[in-house]
């Protein structure tokens, strides 16, 4: 392993130990002799009442290596980074920082041995700047002058451009988490902890913080790249860990494997290859907005303005977009939880011809809407309820109340054979909502509206923190849907699976919609542009129908 | 190091949901028993005066189910409410409401014959405080008032109004000037269900309430949909149940349950107006709507142990001559104890030593 260089330039906490007799460089650089890794961890265990989420993990982390965490939903990546980073006390194994046995007993000791974390979701107050979120996470010796300048000089030195002074509300998401990485930076962190950075950010922006990845290891520091992206891996990491059911199931160098060979380690099996029978020819329009703009209900949320889409019976539109550009808005505008007020006209939302925008959630069920919300608890399911309780939340028109009274056998009935017909693991109807693991829970929310034979489905985030199974499986749902000439909108920020399961696509962008595009036509560079705002060709017309068959 | 741990449950227990109410019970007793030994008294003697005597005659069983009946009504129509996070706080207003509401039909027709004077006036009380309780749920759902604070505030309103009626203008001529109204005609009194005792069939009207009630919130859609509105919000939106709707039902159902006994009050036991119609009914039934865990059986079987407690309030005052506080104690401190044995439902205790940790990292400490 050829050595680093230490890097030099002077980090706050070293100009504090310059002042102090016999102190004055990062201890945490130098690596004993003897002992290569920077970070190593042996045996490392942690249990709780339902799960054992890491079980006997060993790791090792050299300095200046990118090291990645491989492995699906669920396989306890988050649990050994939240040992590492001091959030949770292992039950057993030890932690070794530079070959010797430490306790890392909180985040303020994580971060005074070096270690920094990047979370995937952020700790930031929109009301405050820049400086102002990264003086928070100071301990009082800095002033704002100070701040403001290190901010400065790391933006630029590692490419990742930040005004100081600009206040976070007005920030995007991926600008947002430029700021979390240069407020671990200032500490000038040994090893860098990134959890699953790029589910926010356009295919352009992934290449930039590669970039900037690529320039801090060089320098020396460590990093650990969690993820279950296998080509991001492929591309970035010098070696990887690759887990699964809380049990290390493989070391290797991603570079030197082949997709197929990380998924075998990764889910124990073969990637689920989709072959998704193309569209057939596509019916009359089912679902249509047309120019629905929705000011934002507060001051954080983001306006609609202009949107116009249009879905045929047997097409699934697939809305790309990083979150936060107004999907949750377009999602309950079109599902009737927000009214649209008495502004809105009641044209702007059509479901098969009958306009819709004036109409509350339940009447648009009764004319064949449908819709799994992104939230599985609290929204699309009462977690305390059972499954047959949870089903009469949406599925009661299906005969299964009589003169006010539920009709409980035949609610079992239906529940049991959503259950059986879309293969969820469950004790049975009884069963509560939150004994389900998260996948099993979508596939039964997915099942219950599937079952009412809906004429329009909405799908919000469908495989959202699903394991690659059940996600398959839904994806195979929704696209079984189309077949049977269901219009189908599916709203999600993996592009993958976008262009895995559409028909078309569009991309939402600051609350406003590109025109959509055959998804044969178009690519992921392309959409990536859409993604970060550059709109292209006009977004505020209707849609053309040229390109689709009448 | 031995350590006593509370250790998260992955789902709550049935077994400790069920038994927590007795564990409670007896812990309560327990330190009845030394509260009585710390005031120099027998504990045995005096529990068995607190507990046993007040139920040990027919009359004493009698007056055990003619405080329970009101209590179970309303907390019945309270439950329905709280389900759904609706806070009726004013049921002892509803409760009056419907007093002066099927008090004035009786004293309307004070020569009445009729078998249907009777059906009227518990109609007349449900309209009562079915009105009483439509002020706070107008006021949420137009202006989102927080319906605690009105109902409660309009309990004393409507104790005013009451006094109002029986000072004035429906004194009794003939009642020396007291504050209290003339006495109700035959017909318009219940009937009597055990000789001997005072228990009227007022309280059949309390267990069909229970079953009512049962039906409501385990049977009906809309009892599910109350549920489901006080479960999570969000989910209540996302299935297209009306808040509006909800805060209605429950403030109204709550009322109307209330004001049914409050003319069952004014019909049974006191058969006239008087200024204060209940011993804080309205208030007591919010404790026994909890410990009955919003669960109309539950309901029945805690407004009996309320019950129990107010007796025997009353007979330690008589026999042991303890302060009128007693009463209090034991049922504050059997609340705050089911409140101690409920954590058990979700949590369970653990016994040991702390976990195993590498030498190497205790050594680096």
């Given at each position: ?18 002042a102090?007799?016999?102190?004055g460089?990062n201890d945490?650089m ?22 054992v989420?890491n079980d006997g993990i ?9 090291h ?33 046995p430490?306790?890392i ?14 979370f ?16 928070l ?29 600009r ?39 992934v290449?930039?913080?590669f970039a900037?990845?690529?320039?801090l290891?060089?320098?020396g ?36 494997e ?9 889910i ?8 998704h ?13 047309d ?24 097409e ?6 990083i ?7 377009l ?15 009641a ?19 009764a004319?064949?809407?449908?819709f799994?919300?992104?939230?599985r608890l ?7 309820m ?9 599925a ?13 056998r ?10 059986a ?6 004790a049975?109807p ?12 979508q ?7 599937i ?19 059940a ?15 269901v ?15 559409c ?8 609350g ?11 690519d ?22 040229a390109?689709?068959?009448? | ?5 509370l250790e998260a ?9 069920y ?10 007793i ?13 504990p ?24 329970a ?7 019945v ?5 709280y ?32 078998p ?9 009380g ?31 309103v ?22 209290q109204?003339?006495m ?25 309430a ?33 808040v ?13 349950c ?12 006191i058969?006239?107006?008087?200024p204060?119609m ?6 007591a ?5 909890f410990?009955?865990r ?10 009996l ?5 107010y ?12 302060p ?42």
């Amino acid at each position: 392993m050829r050595s680093r260089p230490r890097r030099h330039h002077e980090s706050l906490r070293a100009a504090q130990q310059r002042a102090v007799p016999g102190g004055g460089h990062n201890d945490a650089m130098i690596a004993p002799p003897g002992d290569p890794a920077r970070l190593s961890l042996a045996g490392i265990t942690k249990a709780y009442p339902t799960v054992v989420a890491n079980d006997g993990i060993d790791l090792a982390v050299a300095p200046g290596e990118i090291h990645a965490v491989l492995g699906e939903n669920g396989a306890g990546k988050s649990t050994l980074m939240k040992i590492i980073y001091g959030v949770v006390r292992p039950d057993a194994g030890v932690i070794r920082w530079n070959g010797a046995p430490v306790a890392i007993a909180s985040p303020a000791r994580a971060r005074a041995l070096g270690i920094a974390m990047v979370f995937q979701h952020f700790s930031l107050f929109d009301t405050l700047t820049v400086a102002e979120n990264i003086l928070l996470a100071q301990d009082g010796t800095h002033t704002h002058a100070d701040v403001s300048a290190r901010v400065r000089e790391i933006s630029h030195r590692y490419g990742l451009p930040l005004d100081p002074q600009r206040p976070v509300h007005t920030l995007s998401v991926a600008e947002r988490q430029r700021v979390e990485i240069i407020r671990s930076l200032l500490q000038d962190p040994a090893l860098l902890i990134m959890d699953e950075p790029t589910s926010v950010l356009t295919p352009q922006a992934v290449t930039n913080l590669f970039a900037t990845l690529r320039t801090l290891a060089a320098e020396g520091c460590s990093i650990l790249y969690i993820s279950h992206k296998l080509d991001e891996i492929r591309a970035l990491c010098d070696r990887a860990t690759v887990l699964r059911g809380g049990h290390v199931t493989g070391e290797c160098v991603p570079r030197d494997e082949t997709p197929a060979s990380l998924a075998r380690m990764m889910i124990g099996g073969d990637l689920p290859h989709p072959h998704h029978r193309k569209a057939r020819a596509q019916g009359a329009a089912r679902l249509v907005v047309d120019r629905l703009t929705v000011p934002a209900a507060d001051a954080f949320g983001t306006s609609l303005a202009d949107i116009s889409l249009s879905v045929a019976a047997g097409e699934i539109l697939g809305i790309a977009g990083i979150s936060g550009n107004g999907q949750r808005e377009l999602v309950a505008a079109l599902s009737g939880e927000e009214p649209l007020g008495a502004a809105a006209r009641a044209d702007a939302i059509t479901i098969d011809g009958t306009p819709a925008a004036r109409l509350p959630a339940r009447a648009r069920r009764a004319l064949g809407l449908a819709f799994v919300p992104e939230e599985r608890l609290p929204r699309g399911a009462v977690a305390e309820m059972s499954l047959a309780e949870n089903t009469l939340l949406t599925a009661h028109g299906q005969r299964l109340v009589r003169a006010g009274f539920v009709r409980e056998r035949a609610l079992a009935a239906f529940t049991a054979a959503t259950i059986a017909r879309f293969g969820v693991r469950a004790a049975g109807p009884e069963a509560t909502a939150q004994s389900l693991s998260g996948g099993n829970l979508q596939k039964f929310i997915v099942g219950r509206e599937i079952r009412q034979r809906p004429n329009v489905f909405i799908a919000a985030q469908p495989t959202w923190g699903l394991d690659v199974a059940a996600a398959a499986d839904v994806r195979q749902a929704l696209v079984d849907l189309r077949d049977e000439g269901v219009a189908v909108l599916v709203v999600s920020d993996d592009l993958d699976e976008l262009f895995e399961i559409c028909d078309s696509i569009a991309v939402i962008a600051g609350g406003r919609l590109s025109a959509q595009r055959a998804a044969r036509d178009t690519d992921a560079a392309a959409i990536g542009l859409l993604m970060g705002g550059a709109q292209g060709a006009a977004s505020a017309s209707l849609p053309q129908d040229a390109a689709r068959p009448a | 190091m031995i350590l006593v741990r509370l250790e998260a449950r992955p789902t709550p227990s049935r077994v400790a949901a069920y038994a927590s109410p007795f564990i409670a019970a007896g812990a309560t007793i327990f330190i009845g028993g030394a509260l009585f030994a710390a005031l120099g008294m027998d504990p045995v003697e005096a529990l068995y005066v607190f507990f046993v005597k007040p139920v040990a005659t027919r009359y004493g069983i009698g007056e055990l189910l003619l405080k329970a009946g009101p209590l179970m009504l309303c907390a019945v129509g309270l439950a329905a409410g709280y389900r759904a996070n609706v806070w009726n706080i004013g049921a002892e207003g509803q409760l009056t409401m419907g007093a002066i509401f099927g008090g004035g039909l009786a004293l309307a027709f004070p020569q009445s014959n009729s078998p249907f004077l009777l059906p009227a006036m518990i109609a007349a009380g449900a309209i009562g405080g079915m009105a009483w309780a439509a002020i706070p749920a107008w006021l949420r759902t137009r202006f989102n008032a927080n319906e605690i604070l009105v109902s409660l505030m309009l309990v004393y309103v409507a104790s005013y109004m009451l006094s109002l009626l029986v000072n004035g203008a429906w004194r009794d001529p003939e009642g020396f000037n007291f504050p209290q109204s003339r006495m109700f005609g035959a017909a318009a009194m219940l009937p009597i269900l055990v000789p001997d005792t005072r228990i009227h069939a007022g309280f059949l009207l309390a267990l069909a309430a229970i079953g009512a009630g049962w039906l409501f919130m385990r049977k009906s859609h809309a009892g599910f949909e109350m549920r489901v509105a006080g479960l999570s919000a969000d989910a209540a939106r996302y299935a297209g149940i009306s808040v509006p709707r909800t805060v209605w039902t429950g403030l109204l159902v709550g009322g109307g349950c209330a004001g049914v006994a409050g003319v069952l009050e004014a019909a049974g036991p006191i058969g006239q107006l008087l200024p204060t119609m209940s011993p804080g009914y309205g208030f007591a039934a919010i404790v026994v709507a909890f410990v009955g865990r919003l669960n109309p059986l539950g309901i029945l079987g805690a407004s009996l142990l309320m019950s129990l407690l107010y007796l025997g309030g009353e007979s330690a005052q008589i026999a042991l001559k303890l302060p009128s506080a007693v009463t209090g104690i034991f049922q504050g401190a059997f609340l705050f104890l089911l409140l101690a044995a409920d954590v058990f439902i979700r949590y369970r205790v653990r016994i040991g030593r702390t976990p195993a940790i590498a030498p190497g990292i205790a050594a680096a400490e």
